[in-house]
């Protein structure tokens, strides 16, 4: 069965620090789909990334970049020079097999970014 | 507007009530999915639209739980005789669908209470 483990309930940190969300991803297959999702205050999921298994190129997008590692079986993010803005809750999931149908979601971060 | 209508967005009910819950999903997106979200549980997949396709069932908690899906657009979870575990966020997503990848979507969600 798959599971994903996101350790850290909650983080706190200063505006401009770097911040990590840790997430830990159990699965039998060899093909799945990773994905983050920040769900702010509103509530309204919101899509940041999707890697799949065969590709464990880290991947930078402004201040975000993650860190893919099939090893430790973990899929980590780091937000750069975190902004208030930036808070939120963070979840990671995974989609087993080849269709990205039905996704198993972490129990989420909630990052307070303080000014 | 442009994203996923979810109605009503608040819904009070008292126990051994049915309650409809709507989505209207991003027009042209032909897949739709409703997870549930609750502190207990977390985010939990419920069920999953596909065009014409039979919908994956797998996530309903019970078999007082339904949704149907009108014309490949509209949505509606309907819950029979509401418990109070039934309390929570239930959310919408759609994607494109084909081929999926996993980048859902999500409306604001409906919050029920079963009093």
């Known amino acids: 069965a798959q599971k994903v483990t996101q350790a850290q309930t909650e983080i706190s940190v200063v505006e401009k620090e770097d911040v990590t969300l840790d997430c830990v991803y159990e699965?039998?297959?060899?093909?799945?789909?990773l994905f983050w999702y920040k769900q702010p205050p509103s509530g309204e999921l919101v899509f940041l990334i999707r890697?799949?298994?065969?590709?464990?190129q880290n991947e930078i997008s402004g201040r975000y970049s993650w860190n893919f590692q099939k090893s430790t079986s973990s899929f980590n993010f780091t937000i750069t020079a975190s902004q208030v803005v930036d808070s939120a809750v963070y979840f990671c999931?995974?989609?087993?097999?080849?269709?990205?149908?039905?996704?198993?979601f972490g129990s989420g971060t909630q990052l307070t970014v303080l000014p | 507007g442009a994203g996923v209508s979810q109605s009503p967005s608040n819904k009070v009910t008292e126990k051994g009530k049915d309650v409809e819950l709507r989505c209207d999903p991003i027009?042209?997106?032909?897949?739709l999915y409703w997870y549930r979200q609750s502190l207990g549980q977390g985010l939990e997949f419920l069920i999953y639209?596909?065009?014409?396709?039979?919908?994956?069932k797998s996530g309903l908690p019970s078999d007082r739980f339904s949704a149907e899906r009108t014309g490949g657009s509209v949505s509606t979870l309907t819950i029979q005789r509401t418990q109070q575990e039934d309390s929570a966020v239930y959310l919408c997503?759609?994607?494109?669908?084909?081929?999926?990848?996993?980048?859902?979507?999500f409306g604001e969600g409906s919050r029920l209470t079963v009093l």
């Open positions: 997503a759609s994607s494109l669908g084909q081929p999926n990848t996993g980048e859902l979507f």
């Open positions: 999931a995974l989609s087993e097999g080849g269709s990205a149908r039905q996704l198993t």
């Open positions: 890697r799949n298994s065969f590709d464990e």
């Open positions: 639209f596909q065009g014409n396709s039979a919908p994956d």
């Open positions: 699965t039998r297959d060899t093909t799945y789909y």
């Open positions: 027009s042209g997106h032909t897949a």
